[in-house]
Structure formats: structure tokens, C-alpha cells
């Protein structure tokens, strides 16, 4: 099994910045596409974006308005997500995955690890 860890949830008033990271398991880590998904109440999981094994290639949904970043650090085994500029609507659990294939991808059936997920409260 490949595990993932997210961090650095928490809450934040409108407006401010967090950055979560996620954590991986496996040696295998570099040749993963990583992504990041969440869930708010009452609504389905959706895409966040993603970042091929390489970097190379980066999608975003529309919503992140260039207000999101992904990286990754393969050496580090390690995925990230700075958020910036968070409003309420981004009040969701965040959860982080990885994709065997390598190809960064929109789609959450492609992905075939997941973590457990870290919590985002973006008050106001």
C-alpha cells in the first residue's frame, strides 16, 4: 500500500493563506501524477488540481482563479498546496491523491491512492 498524509489544515479568516502538504509513503513517489481534491457538506468530491510525475504538466479548476498553487518536491516525497486569497466557499476537507499512471488528471477515478484528508474552515 502507498499511504498519503495531508497537513496543515486549520482555520483561517477570508482572505488569508494556508498551505497543506501531503505526504507519501512509497519510494515510487516521483513517478505518481499528485492531485488535490475536496468535499464540502452536501456537495460531491471535486477537482482541485493537479501535477504530473514530472511537474510538466499542471491543471486547475476554474475556481481556483489563480488564487491556488500546486508543487511537489520528489526528493521530499511530498506534495503541496498553497491557497491564497481563501474565501468561505473554500471551507471544505481537502484531500490529496496519487495516480499510479503519472499523467496529472482532472478525473477522480483515476487516481489510485488517496489520504485521509485535512480540514480548511475559511471563516466570514
Known amino acids: 500500500q502507498v499511504q498519503l498524509v495531508e497537513s496543515g489544515g486549520g482555520l483561517v479568516q477570508a482572505g488569508g493563506s494556508l498551505r497543506l502538504s501531503c505526504a507519501a509513503s512509497g519510494r515510487t513517489f516521483s513517478s505518481y501524477a499528485m492531485g488535490w481534491f475536496r468535499q464540502a457538506p452536501g456537495k460531491e468530491r471535486e477537482f482541485v488540481t493537479a501535477?504530473?510525475?514530472?511537474?510538466?504538466?499542471?491543471y486547475y479548476a476554474d475556481f481556483v482563479k489563480g488564487r491556488f498553487t500546486i508543487s511537489r518536491d520528489n526528493a521530499k516525497y511530498t506534495v503541496y498546496l498553497q491557497m491564497n486569497n481563501l474565501g468561505p466557499e473554500d471551507s471544505a476537507v481537502y484531500y490529496c491523491?496519487?495516480?499510479?499512471?503519472?499523467?496529472?488528471?482532472?478525473?477522480?477515478?483515476?487516481?489510485?491512492?488517496w489520504g485521509q484528508g485535512t480540514q480548511v474552515t475559511v471563516s466570514s
Open positions: 501535477i504530473s510525475r514530472s511537474g510538466g504538466t499542471i
Open positions: 491523491a496519487a495516480d499510479r499512471e503519472g499523467w496529472a488528471s482532472k478525473l477522480t477515478y483515476e487516481y489510485d491512492y
